[in-house]
C-alpha cells in the first residue's frame, strides 16, 4: 500500500495521460479535416501510447494494492489555426506532462517510495523521448509551408508509424 497523498497523485496523473491522449485525437483531427491522413496517423498513435501510459499507472496501482480512480475528461482544444500551431500545442502539452512526472518524483523521494520512484524513472526517460520528438517536429515545420512538397512528405512519413 501507498501513503495516501502518493495514490493521489498517481491517480491524478493516470487521469492526465487519459486527457493527453483524448488531446491527441483532437489534434489527429485537424490534420484529417485537412486531408494529411499521415499526419493524423501520427496523432492517433500518440493517442494511443498515451492511452498506454494511462494503463501503466493503473497497473501500477493495483499492484500496489490501491484503486485506480477515473475521473471525468475535459473537452481538448478542437480549433488550431495550421500545423505549426498544432505541434506548439503538442509540445507544450509534454512540458506540462513533464512537469507532472518531475512533480510526482520528487514526491516519491520525499516520501522514500523506492518502487514508484524507480516505476517514474521510465515516464522520466519517455518525456525526454516525446519533448525531443515534437522539438524537432517544430524546427521542420517552421522552415515549410503547409501543404507544400515537404509538407506532403513528412506526411507520406507520419502515415507509416505504428505504435511499439
Same mark, same amino acid.
Given at each position: 500500500?501507498?501513503?495516501?497523498?502518493?495514490?493521489?497523485?498517481?491517480?491524478?496523473?493516470?487521469?492526465?495521460?487519459?486527457?493527453?491522449?483524448?488531446?491527441?485525437?483532437?489534434?489527429?483531427?485537424?490534420?484529417?479535416?485537412?486531408?494529411?491522413?499521415?499526419?493524423?496517423? !501520427?496523432?492517433?498513435?500518440?493517442? #494511443? /501510447?498515451?492511452?498506454?501510459?494511462?494503463?501503466? $499507472?493503473?497497473?501500477? *496501482? &493495483?499492484?500496489?494494492?490501491?484503486?485506480?480512480?477515473?475521473?471525468?475528461?475535459?473537452?481538448?482544444?478542437?480549433?488550431?489555426?495550421?500545423?505549426?500551431?498544432?505541434?506548439?500545442?503538442?509540445?507544450?502539452?509534454?512540458?506540462?506532462?513533464?512537469?507532472?512526472?518531475?512533480?510526482?518524483?520528487?514526491?516519491?523521494?520525499?516520501?522514500?517510495?523506492?518502487?514508484?520512484?524507480? !516505476?517514474?524513472?521510465?515516464?522520466? #526517460? /519517455?518525456?525526454?523521448?516525446?519533448?525531443?520528438? $515534437?522539438?524537432?517536429? *517544430? &524546427?521542420?515545420?517552421?522552415?515549410?509551408?503547409?501543404?507544400?512538397?515537404?509538407?506532403?512528405?513528412?506526411?507520406?512519413?507520419?502515415?507509416?508509424?505504428?505504435?511499439?
Amino acid at each position: 500500500m501507498l501513503p495516501t497523498k502518493m495514490t493521489e497523485a498517481l491517480n491524478k496523473q493516470f487521469n492526465n495521460e487519459m486527457q493527453a491522449a483524448h488531446a491527441y485525437k483532437a489534434m489527429a483531427t485537424y490534420f484529417s479535416d485537412k486531408g494529411y491522413q499521415g499526419f493524423a496517423n !501520427f496523432y492517433l498513435v500518440q493517442a #494511443k /501510447e498515451e492511452d498506454f501510459h494511462a494503463m501503466k $499507472f493503473y497497473h501500477f *496501482l &493495483v499492484t500496489m494494492g490501491e484503486k485506480p480512480v477515473i475521473r471525468k475528461l475535459e473537452e481538448p482544444k478542437n480549433h488550431f489555426e495550421n500545423a505549426v500551431n498544432v505541434v506548439e500545442e503538442s509540445l507544450a502539452q509534454e512540458r506540462a506532462v513533464t512537469t507532472d512526472i518531475y512533480t510526482l518524483a520528487t514526491l516519491a523521494e520525499e516520501l522514500k517510495q523506492h518502487s514508484t520512484k524507480t !516505476f517514474l524513472d521510465w515516464f522520466i #526517460k /519517455e518525456q525526454m523521448e516525446e519533448e525531443e520528438a $515534437f522539438r524537432l517536429i *517544430l &524546427v521542420k515545420l517552421n522552415g515549410i509551408q503547409e501543404g507544400g512538397e515537404f509538407f506532403l512528405k513528412m506526411d507520406e512519413d507520419f502515415a507509416q508509424r505504428t505504435l511499439e
